[in-house]
């Protein structure tokens, strides 16, 4: 019997029933106890890979990035250290097949929230940068990648990061790019706390009610407060462009002109979109 289990190569409880009858025709009395025992065996067997097939999910990257329980002899498996990508393209449908030729060896894939998440194996030092350098490229100029880096125990805290990161880029206008939390340590500390991020939003929704005023701020955010770039931009003169500066100071209690006003006007615009989505 032992002979014959080291030979089985199969993987249905079936075919081990079968193989256990062969095993034991010179034996009557084996033979009687497989013959007795084959269905409760198979029944035995389907159960347990019932419960396998259950336990790994088909998504796996989307059990590590939600902190789903992945059982002990996969995560085991895994790779000790991964970079975490959340990438945002412009074209999500078409963008997949291309960024994961690009992630490198053996990366796992999911969605969440419209965006692309990437396990990239973290192989050795500057693995993860060449990885971001190669996205990055396959991004074209158009669209985001927000990264952070991991090890196995600590992927969830990695994703949750990398996602926040992302959708501090995209309310602040940032350009097109790879970004890491070091990018946005403002941004990230002030809208994390619950109560400073509402404040915020509060200080600058009446401006929301000013379309044009809205534009504007938006447009001087985006062009890294210059005027001249601003107003370009907008298709208005500069003294009008000046004239809808004052009057954002006006509704919103800040001067955008000022570097301090400036800080807290771009703080307050990402508060209030984070609060609309």
């Known amino acids: 019997m032992r ?40 029944d035995f067997l389907d159960g347990y890979q019932q419960k396998t097939t259950a336990d790994v999910s088909r998504d796996l990257a989307g059990d590590l990035a939600d902190g789903h329980p992945v059982p ?44 692309v998440v990437l396990f990239i194996p973290a192989a050795g030092p500057g693995s993860g940068e060449r990885s971001v350098t190669r ?80 534009e504007t701020l938006t447009a001087f955010v985006d062009s890294d407060y210059s005027r001249n770039k601003a107003a370009r931009s907008l298709f208005i003169h500069r003294s009008t462009l000046d004239y809808r500066l004052r009057r954002i100071g006006d509704v919103t209690g800040c001067d955008p002109t000022s570097g301090r006003g400036a800080q807290m006007l771009t703080a307050a615009m990402i508060a209030e979109t984070l609060q609309v989505r």
Request: aromatic content about 4%; glycine content about 10%; charged content about 25%.
């Open 135 to 214: 996205l990055t490229q396959c991004l074209g100029g158009s669209g985001w990648l927000a990264t952070a880096e991991r090890d196995r125990a600590g992927l969830v805290d990695g994703f949750n990061e990398a996602s926040y990161v992302l959708r501090l880029v995209v309310a602040g206008l940032r350009p097109s790019g790879a970004y890491t939390i070091s990018d946005v340590l403002v941004e990230y500390a002030v809208t994390l706390h619950e109560q400073v991020r509402a404040d915020l939003a509060a200080m600058i929704r009446p401006l929301r009610a000013h379309k044009a005023l809205w």
């Open 3 to 42: 002979a014959a289990g080291q030979e089985w190569t199969g993987s249905e409880p079936d075919e081990l029933v079968e193989l256990l009858t062969k095993a034991a025709a010179g034996d009557p009395r084996l033979a009687a106890i497989v013959d007795a025992g084959g269905s409760l065996l198979q």
């Open 72 to 115: 002990a002899d996969v995560l085991e498996g895994l790779t000790p250290r991964y970079l975490i990508a959340v990438v945002r393209p412009a074209e999500p449908g078409r963008a997949v097949d291309a960024l994961r030729a690009v992630a490198g060896e053996d990366p796992l894939l999911t969605h969440r929230d419209g965006n």
